[in-house]
C-alpha cells in the first residue's frame, strides 16, 4: 500500500508545461506533450508514440483513471508499467461498453 499522496493537478500542470517547454520545438500539440508525460511516468520511452497517439484518441478521463491505477501500484510489483496501463485501459474500456 502506498502512503505518499497523489500528485496535485497544479503540479501535473506544471509537469507539463516543463514537458512543453523542454521539447517546444518537437511539440506543437497539448496532446503530444501528454503522451510523452504518460511515456516518462511509466518509464516506457520507446513507446511515446503509442501513448501520444492514445492521448489524441482516447478519452482524458480514461486514460487518467488508468495513470492514477498504475501508480498507486508498488514499484516491485509490477514488472512492465506500461503493460499495466495498457492492460487497465482495456478493462475500463470494457467497463464503459456494458
Known sequence: MRTDKPTSIADTLF????????RKK?????FQAYGLMLAEELDDWKNK???IRLAKS?????L????YFVKDHNPGQVKSL???F???????K???LI
Request: net charge positive.
Open 49 to 51: 508514440s503509442l501513448y
Open 58 to 62: 482516447t478519452d482524458r478521463q480514461l
Open 82 to 84: 506500461g503493460a499495466l
Open 94 to 96: 470494457r467497463e464503459s
Open 86 to 92: 495498457m492492460w487497465k485501459i482495456k478493462e475500463l
Open 26 to 30: 518537437y511539440v506543437k500539440n497539448e
Open 15 to 22: 509537469k507539463l508545461s516543463d514537458t512543453l517547454a523542454k
Open 64 to 67: 487518467e483513471r488508468a495513470r
